[in-house]
């Protein structure tokens, strides 16, 4: 299976390994562009991603985004500028309105059971990823995409990041990501949040950021179609999330150290032919 999303872009199906790459949640409209012209400046053609609610935040205080109106503004901006945009929703109540303003659609893995949220967003036609929750086994993440399937929306994606392992701690099973390709859909590592710590300082989750490259390189080498990476040019200044984001300034060789995997792989299963 392969989702298009541009003429340059492209995701599944052997394609080139594709990056999905933002910041946790929308700061300001001038924030998302700079990331949006400085990742595509790294990367080239990228799907871009921000949050425009964050409503699984682990304190009732924090930053949330600016909501579904203004940040549905504000991504429709990022995507007049040639990029293509992926999103979350929430509720099923949110995904006609997303879909008018990005190319993708995402469950967050806290959902990724609620079916009609599922529904809704397969409804829509858009590209749906469905986040693996951190509670649900490799093999069983199928029956969310039998979900969006159903509504006649094949084009669906389904992402790893990582699995509660006691309390505060998140671990990646890479057997997982040959498991979850026997489905038939794309499969995308996300490197940020499965380096993620929940609730670890106490009213917010902590990192160890330090793990980003190590697991991307091997998650690639597992043969993901796409990674997915939450950056910022100061994690300690982000809104969401910083705990666990890559530093901008390393992106350039966290891809081209990836890249060269991804196509070193290619080469080899090629040869074996």
Same mark, same amino acid.
């Given at each position: 299976?392969? @989702?298009?999303?541009?003429?340059?872009?492209?995701?599944g199906d052997n394609a080139p390994l594709a990056l999905i790459a933002g910041p946790c949640v929308i700061e300001s409209e001038?924030?998302?562009?700079?990331?949006?012209?400085? @990742?595509?400046?790294?990367?080239?053609? $990228?799907?871009?991603?921000?949050?425009?609610?964050?409503?699984?935040?682990?304190?009732?205080?924090?930053?949330?985004?600016?909501?579904?109106?203004?940040?549905?503004? @504000?991504?429709?901006?990022?995507?007049?500028?040639?990029?293509?945009?992926?999103?979350?929703?929430?509720?099923?109540?949110?995904?006609?309105?997303?879909?008018?303003?990005?190319?993708?659609?995402?469950?967050?893995? $806290?959902?990724?059971?609620?079916?009609?949220?599922?529904?809704?967003?397969?409804?829509?036609?858009?590209?749906?990823?469905?986040?693996?929750?951190?509670?649900?086994?490799?093999?069983?993440?199928?029956?969310?995409?039998?979900?969006?399937?159903?509504?006649?929306?094949?084009?669906?994606?389904?992402?790893?990041?990582?699995?509660?392992?006691?309390?505060?701690?998140?671990?990646?099973?890479?057997?997982?990501?040959?498991?979850?390709?026997?489905?038939?859909?794309?499969?995308? $590592?996300?490197?940020?949040?499965?380096?993620?710590?929940?609730?670890?300082?106490?009213?917010?989750?902590?990192?160890?950021?330090?793990? @980003?490259?190590?697991?991307?390189?091997?998650?690639?080498?597992?043969?993901?179609?796409?990674?997915?990476?939450?950056?910022?040019?100061?994690?300690?200044?982000?809104?969401?999330?910083?705990?666990?984001?890559?530093?901008?300034?390393?992106?350039?060789?966290?891809?081209?150290?990836?890249?060269?995997?991804?196509?070193?792989?290619?080469?080899?299963?090629?040869?074996?032919?």
């Amino acid at each position: 299976m392969k @989702i298009e999303l541009s003429q340059s872009l492209s995701i599944g199906d052997n394609a080139p390994l594709a990056l999905i790459a933002g910041p946790c949640v929308i700061e300001s409209e001038e924030h998302v562009q700079f990331l949006a012209r400085e @990742i595509r400046r790294i990367a080239g053609p $990228f799907v871009f991603k921000a949050s425009f609610d964050k409503a699984n935040r682990s304190s009732g205080g924090s930053y949330r985004g600016p909501r579904i109106k203004e940040g549905l503004r @504000i991504l429709a901006g990022v995507r007049a500028m040639g990029h293509a945009v992926l999103t979350d929703i929430h509720e099923p109540s949110q995904a006609e309105a997303a879909a008018e303003c990005v190319d993708i659609l995402q469950i967050p893995a $806290f959902l990724c059971r609620q079916t009609d949220l599922l529904i809704a967003a397969g409804r829509t036609g858009r590209a749906v990823n469905i986040k693996k929750g951190q509670f649900v086994a490799p093999g069983d993440i199928r029956h969310a995409a039998d979900k969006v399937a159903s509504t006649g929306n094949d084009r669906i994606l389904l992402t790893e990041r990582g699995t509660t392992f006691g309390y505060n701690n998140l671990v990646v099973d890479m057997r997982g990501l040959a498991m979850m390709r026997e489905s038939g859909w794309p499969v995308i $590592f996300d490197a940020t949040h499965s380096v993620q710590m929940p609730g670890a300082a106490g009213n917010a989750s902590s990192g160890q950021p330090q793990f @980003i490259a190590p697991l991307s390189r091997a998650a690639v080498a597992c043969g993901v179609d796409a990674l997915f990476v939450e950056v910022h040019e100061a994690p300690e200044r982000a809104k969401s999330d910083g705990a666990n984001a890559l530093r901008l300034d390393l992106l350039p060789k966290l891809m081209e150290q990836v890249r060269a995997i991804d196509l070193a792989r290619r080469m080899t299963l090629g040869s074996a032919r």
